[in-house]
């Protein structure tokens, strides 16, 4: 009774299970946005006042969610079957995301050349499990860009669009992540 | 027959001789009430169940008269159905009222009076150490007064253990860095085993202790001796 | 033993020698029977299809496995068990922690939850007319990581690591502080890796069940075991990343010096809570799915309709609701307050009402119908009052103040068996049993699993019903000696015998199964009269079972078009089934896993490294490999013409 060509269907299918894929994801990070509340502000310092610096915060926050607005970009071209404004669109994703990424290494590196470790105390632990966490979900995003660029060139269109389309969903996923991070960890001890 | 015999025997004697069902303090007598009325109303479901299995399973079990038939197709039945979600809200309910009774009571373990005797109960890998007020200190053994009301301080120095003593009261765990309480006041002057009753390493199975209850003035006479 | 090696001496526990005697005999055996027999091409086959069926028949393979290995575990616990004060080879202290940790991680993760995935893979495609499930690729995947968690927790015994810490791994216990070394990484890897399979397979479960339903199939007309199917995956969906993050974090206080779950600095009790979120719905996970298995049958062998479907759906899906608020009944000795332990009681009380619905539903499904004795039936008989006697059990032990005298003694480990192999363990045979002709063509000897089922099910009443009165004399759980004034000795003695006998039976279910092989008979289609689809089909079925789609328009169609003698109306133009596949790729990332594990279980950053990129890699690979390229293209071809 399907009316619909094969490759539709299949993607229904695919976006059906990334949806609850996403859905996992978004358990997972409930359970890390709860630990951080429960043990953040720590019994001892250091402190989570104390540590973060709102110029970083502010750069790596605008480098990712500008990111998802040039994957806009890149969608709108995958509907009108643009290659080049799709190409342009993930690589001025990948250079955003790439500056977040080197805005929160560099938040890392302080804390850590600071002596501020895993297991210096527990918001440091929690901190660094939830906010790693998301800094390996774009990581892999990165990459992922770089997969897909590659894959823009060898695979059937409808295919292509398939995968574009999925990564899209994971990479707004992401970002609507860093929000609530923003929200969680960051914005109640900056101000 | 023969060997199986004493086998029987034991199990008849030990069987009425369930110490969490044989409670000297009048806690550990609400804990066992508990335990017998839910088991009386869990008994009546289990044995409505079991009436109508034995029932269905005889009577429409296959056999050469039936075995070509073909039974009526049978949505359900409302009344039916009402009737088996209602009655075990009723069963529940009289379970639960008496639940949410005693264990708002086990909870409350603030001191009733001056008089009350505090011990700490310190729970490490793998022994007890339970300290009184006046500094005395003893291992493995609990000493208590009968007929007085005693508030333990239940703390613990590594991992998670729970004091346990079941014809007592039941147990509450000791938890690294809080404290729990318990309020009891044993009405039996005897000894009772009491254990470990969560899982805490190597020698989990050997923390045990005794729990002495004696008369009053043996216990003053008791606490005063130096150890 | 002590062992001189390069002139250091090392000591070897006599078990771990007999364990590694026993791979030195039965390799070379397994080895013979393949070569003589010729299975490889078999072997070939299975361990590279994407196909549901072989998958899921792989899953209940190694499930059993799985099941002998911890089912020896127990059988030693309780012979060191038998008499006050024994000494049992090895196992006091230390290793009989081992020992119980073993039997109820391995019992719990690598059998009860994976046999039912691979009963849901056998089944619930061929019930709700779907030629496979929605990604067969990711299907394999999932199998593989099950597998390569369950061999990682497997071997740490061989390695004489085997975890200690029990099943619940409670915290500051499970920390580095307490039980120092690899033993209890074994756990957290073990049940990391595997656990990523089991969400992979819910996901798939759903999208299979959301998508890919016959024409007509509605919701309102899928069988039980698809609906139970669904409800579980849900669960699954919630409780499995909790679990996920749980491990996560014990992992940063083993590996790298964290303090989430250590007294005084961190919260002991956050892991119990994070636990049981997960563990509590885990209970339902592994029930739902055998509750919606002895509907089909029941309904099955009465030759009558499931009583009250609709109530059935209602329950099912309370059920599941609950049993997201109900993990503090774990933690009633915990000190949270009056408030909270009464809340979490009556909740707790509260999913007796919609199991006791389908009780009395199952029951009445068997009123006037009528009830064939086959080995399936009798074990879904004798699911009943087993399963009503554990529920029963689960009610006294919600009653938080009553709970203070239960918890943690023998009546919570007669309960929990009670429900556990009342309803999952019964349940996997039982569908085993009627699933049989599905999986391999031939039918199971009726016989042999009479006697299995009498002597499993009079060996597990010996075994547990005891137990309830043993803990309520005051038996602690987890200890592995009692003294004879503890007065537990006549309880512990027949539980014992029990015991044996329940592994005597498991004799007759291996026999029947090579009995079968060797001589059984062809099954044919529709063996058992049945009233779903995967009757429907051929007896094992092909790869692509619907190409001629049936159009549904009733619950139990197949039934009404045997007994009305019409044939099931075809589908004309059906949607794309998902496409099939041969591939390595899932065997990889395996391997890659196990690779990475080990990195992480004895803290070698190099293999870290290496097992890192090599399970990346298989993104990579997957990337430009996807089954699907050959058929999308086609189509662009056709649709340019």
Redesign the interface.
């Known amino acids: 009774?399907?009316?619909?060509?094969?490759?539709e269907?299949?993607f229904?299918?695919?976006k059906?299970?990334f949806f609850?894929?996403l859905?996992?994801?978004a358990?997972?990070f409930t359970?890390?946005f709860a630990?951080y509340l429960?043990?953040t502000p720590p019994?001892t310092g250091p402190y989570p006042g104390e540590l973060f610096e709102w110029q970083t915060t502010l750069f790596a926050s605008l480098f990712l969610i500008s990111s998802s607005g040039t994957l806009l970009l890149s969608e709108k071209g995958l509907k009108e079957r643009k290659m080049k404004l799709i190409v342009a669109g993930v690589v001025i994703t990948f250079l955003l995301g790439a500056g977040f990424m080197y805005f929160e290494i560099e938040e890392f590196r302080k804390f850590i050349t600071d002596g501020h470790v895993?297991?210096t105390?527990?918001f440091l632990?929690?901190y660094y499990?939830l906010v790693g966490?998301h800094a390996v979900h774009v990581t892999f995003g990165l990459?992922w860009m770089i997969?897909l660029l590659?894959?823009g060139r060898?695979?059937?269109?409808?295919?292509f669009k398939e995968?574009h389309k999925i990564f899209n969903y994971y990479w707004h996923f992401v970002d609507a992540i860093w929000i609530i991070i923003l929200l969680v960890v960051y914005i109640p001890y900056l101000f | 027959m023969k060997k199986l015999l004493p086998v029987l025997i034991m199990l008849f004697l030990t069987g009425c001789n369930v110490r969490t069902l044989n409670p000297v303090s009048e806690t550990g007598a609400d804990q066992a009430f508990l335990i017998k009325l839910s088991f009386g109303i869990m008994m009546f479901v289990v044995a409505v169940v079991c009436v109508l299995f034995i029932i269905f399973t005889v009577k429409y079990h296959e056999n050469d008269l039936n075995r070509k038939d073909i039974p009526k197709h049978e949505e359900g039945s409302r009344v039916l159905e009402i009737l088996w979600t209602t009655i075990p809200f009723v069963l529940l309910a009289i379970l639960a009222v008496p639940t949410v009774m005693y264990t708002f009571q086990a909870s409350n373990t603030e001191a009733g009076s001056e008089d009350t005797l505090h011990v700490d109960v310190i729970a490490e890998q793998w022994n007890w150490t339970f300290a009184y007020e006046n500094g005395k200190e003893t291992h493995k053994e609990l000493v208590l007064p009968v007929d007085r009301e005693v508030v333990l301080h239940l703390k613990s120095t590594d991992v998670i253990h729970s004091f346990w003593v079941p014809r007592l009261i039941g147990k509450r765990d000791t938890i690294p860095g809080e404290e729990n309480e318990l309020k009891v006041t044993p009405d039996q002057t005897g000894t009772y085993q009491g254990k470990c009753a969560e899982f805490c390493g190597l020698g989990h199975t050997d923390m045990r202790f005794d729990t002495e209850v004696i008369p009053a003035e043996e216990f003053e006479e008791w606490l005063s001796e130096e150890k | 033993m002590e062992f001189s090696f390069n002139g250091k001496s090392v000591f070897v526990p006599t078990d771990v020698i007999a364990g590694w005697l026993s791979v030195l005999i039965i390799t070379p055996i397994v080895l013979y029977i393949i070569i003589k027999n010729r299975y490889w091409s078999t072997i070939l086959d299975y361990t590279t299809t994407t196909n549901h069926r072989k998958i899921g028949t792989l899953y209940i393979l190694f499930s059993m496995l799985f099941f002998l290995r911890a089912g020896v575990d127990a059988l030693f616990m309780r012979t060191q068990l038998l008499t006050p004060e024994n000494e049992f080879w090895v196992f006091q202290g230390e290793k009989y922690n081992e020992l119980f940790t073993t039997h109820g991680t391995m019992m719990i993760f690598f059998v009860a939850t994976p046999i039912l995935i691979g009963l849901m893979n056998v089944a619930v495609p061929l019930q709700i007319g779907a030629n496979d499930l929605a990604f067969p690729y990711l299907n394999l995947v999932g199998f593989y990581l099950f597998l390569t968690g369950g061999t990682i927790f497997f071997l740490a015994f061989f390695f004489n690591a085997a975890p200690n810490m029990g099943w619940t791994a409670y915290a500051p216990l499970s920390t580095d502080s307490y039980t120092p070394g690899p033993n209890n990484n074994f756990y957290i890897f073990g049940l990391q890796v595997s656990g990523l399979g089991t969400i992979f397979a819910a996901i798939n479960m759903m999208a299979t069940i959301i998508r890919l339903r016959a024409p007509g199939l509605t919701l309102s007309r899928m069988p039980l075991f698809p609906w139970a199917t669904l409800i579980t995956s849900f669960l699954i969906l919630i409780a499995f990343p909790v679990l996920a993050i749980a491990l996560l974090l014990l992992q940063f206080d083993r590996l790298y010096d964290a303090t989430f779950f250590l007294g005084e600095l961190g919260h002991p009790v956050y892991w119990q809570h994070l636990f049981w979120i997960f563990g509590h719905p885990e209970v339902y996970i592994i029930a739902l799915p055998a509750f919606g298995i002895f509907s089909d049958i029941i309904s099955n062998f009465s030759r009558k309709n499931v009583f009250g479907y609709t109530s059935m759906v209602i329950s099912l899906t309370l059920i599941g609701l609950l049993a997201l608020m109900v993990w503090v009944h774990h933690m009633f000795t915990v000190g949270l307050g009056a408030f909270s332990n009464t809340f979490f009681a009556i909740t707790s009380m509260l999913i007796a009402v919609p199991t006791g619905i389908k009780v009395f539903n199952w029951l009445f499904t068997m009123r006037r119908g009528v009830i064939s004795m086959k080995a399936p039936m009798m074990f879904a008989l004798g699911f009943i009052p087993t399963f009503v006697m554990g529920g029963v059990t689960g009610v006294m032990l919600s009653s938080a103040a009553a709970d203070m005298q239960f918890h943690d003694s023998y009546f919570v480990v007669a309960h929990l068996h009670y429900v556990i192999i009342g309803s999952t363990i019964l349940a996997a045979f039982a569908a085993i049993y009627y699933w049989y002709p599905i999986m391999t063509g031939k039918i199971l000897d009726d016989t042999l699993g009479k006697w299995h089922f009498w002597l499993f099910l009079i060996g597990f009443h010996l075994t547990f019903f005891l137990q309830h009165l043993a803990g309520l004399d005051g038996m602690p759980r987890r200890v592995y000696e009692y003294t004879q004034e503890d007065g537990v000795w006549s309880y512990n003695f027949i539980s014992s015998i029990g015991a044996y006998l329940m592994a005597v039976s498991m004799l007759f279910f291996l026999w029947n199964i090579i009995k079968t092989h060797r001589s059984g008979a062809k099954a044919g289609d529709d063996p058992w009269d049945g009233r779903t689809l995967e009757w429907s089909v051929p007896s094992p079925p092909p790869e692509h079972p619907f190409e001629r789609m049936p159009v549904i328009d009733r619950r139990d169609m197949f039934w009404w078009s045997k007994i009305n003698n019409k044939p099931l109306p075809v589908a004309k133009n059906p949607r794309p089934s998902p496409i099939a596949r041969r591939t390595f790729q899932p065997m990889f990332l395996a391997g890659s896993l196990f690779i990475l594990s080990f990195g992480f279980i004895y803290g070698w950053v190099w293999v870290q490294i290496l097992g890192g990129i090599l399970s990346l890699s298989t993104f990579v690979i997957r990337a430009f490999s996807d089954e699907r390229t050959e058929a999308y293209k086609r189509e662009e071809e056709e649709n340019e013409q």
Do not use: C, H, R
Not at chain 1, 1 to 7: A, E, G, I, T
Not at chain 1, 154 to 159: E, G, K, Q, Y
């Open positions: 009774m399907s009316s619909k060509l094969m490759s269907e299949l229904a299918d695919k059906t299970g609850i894929y859905f996992v994801e358990i997972m359970t890390l630990t429960i043990y019994q895993v297991s105390n527990n632990s929690a499990v966490l990459g997969v590659v894959q060898l695979l059937p269109f409808n295919l995968k």
